[in-house]
Nanobody, 117 residues
Framework: QVQLVESGGGLVQAGGSLRLSCAASGSIWSIRVMAWYRQNPGEQRYLVASKTNSGSTYYVHDVKDRFTISRDNGKNTMTVHLQMNNLQPEDTGVYYC?????????WGQGTQVTVSS
């Protein structure tokens, strides 16, 4: 089992920045990919950014050059961050941390990001 605890998020004006963090504990040896998803009411949850153990990254097209995903690998924890710069109202949503590994997929509790115009 993997436990995920998210932090960060909040309310920011357009053009501002936020940093999301997600700390994974438990069977972190099984993790292969760490990622962030976004969801708005009535919509599908979709992938925003991901980073593999080998360092390969993916960004959805509308956040490239504005968001940066990074990972810190500790002895007992593995943390994924999402640095979000130049935030826009369309970035508003609930952001979920996700890890994908050989034992399955796990989700964080979600954190609200609201960008005002």
């Amino acid at each position: 089992q993997v436990q995920l605890v998210e932090s960060g998020g909040g309310l920011v004006q357009a053009g501002g920045s936020l940093r999301l963090s997600c700390a994974a504990s438990g069977s972190i040896w099984s993790i292969r990919v760490m990622a962030w998803y976004r969801q708005n009411p009535g919509e599908q949850r979709y992938l925003v950014a991901s980073k593999t153990n080998s360092g390969s990254t993916y960004y959805v097209h509308d956040v490239k050059d504005r968001f940066t995903i990074s990972r810190d690998n500790g002895k007992n924890t593995m943390t994924v961050h999402l640095q979000m710069n130049n935030l826009q109202p369309e970035d508003t949503g609930v952001y979920y941390c996700n890890v994908d590994g050989i034992n399955g997929r796990y989700w964080g509790q979600g954190t609200q990001v609201t960008v005002s115009s």
